[in-house]
Nanobody
Framework: QVQLVESGGGSVQPGGSLRLSCAAS????????MYWYRQAPGKQRELVAG???????NYADPVKGRFTISRDNAKNTVYLQMNTLKPEDTAVYYC??????????????????WGQGTQVTVSS
């Protein structure tokens, strides 16, 4: 099995910054793309940003220029630096990853995993 554990959420005033982290552990051979999603109350979960194992990134339009996704492949960890936060960024943020399982599992192919989520609240 694979576990994704997020950290770094909290409450911040508009214009402030937060850095989220998500560490993957377990029966991992490699991790392909890693993502950050968010879900605000009463809304559907939406993609915030993604990063491939080679470092290529993509961002949702509402966060372009304010958020930066990065990763440390040696640590199986993905980060989301969030700057100039707005009240509309308030949501539960989830980490997601496409994982190639360790060979010892006997599983061939990609498996997708979710973290438990971390709350981000932007309010004055």
């Amino acid at each position: 099995q694979v576990q994704l554990v997020e950290s770094g959420g909290g409450s911040v005033q508009p214009g402030g910054s937060l850095r989220l982290s998500c560490a993957a552990s377990g029966n991992i051979f490699s991790i392909r793309t890693m993502y950050w999603y968010r879900q605000a109350p009463g809304k559907q979960r939406e993609l915030v940003a993604g990063i491939t194992s080679e470092g290529s990134t993509n961002y949702a339009d509402p966060v372009k220029g304010r958020f930066t996704i990065s990763r440390d492949n040696a640590k199986n960890t993905v980060y989301l630096q969030m700057n100039t936060l707005k009240p509309e960024d308030t949501a539960v943020y989830y980490c997601n990853a496409d994982v190639v399982p360790a060979r010892t599992t006997g599983i061939i192919g990609l498996l997708n995993y979710w973290g438990q989520g971390t709350q981000v609240t932007v309010s004055s």
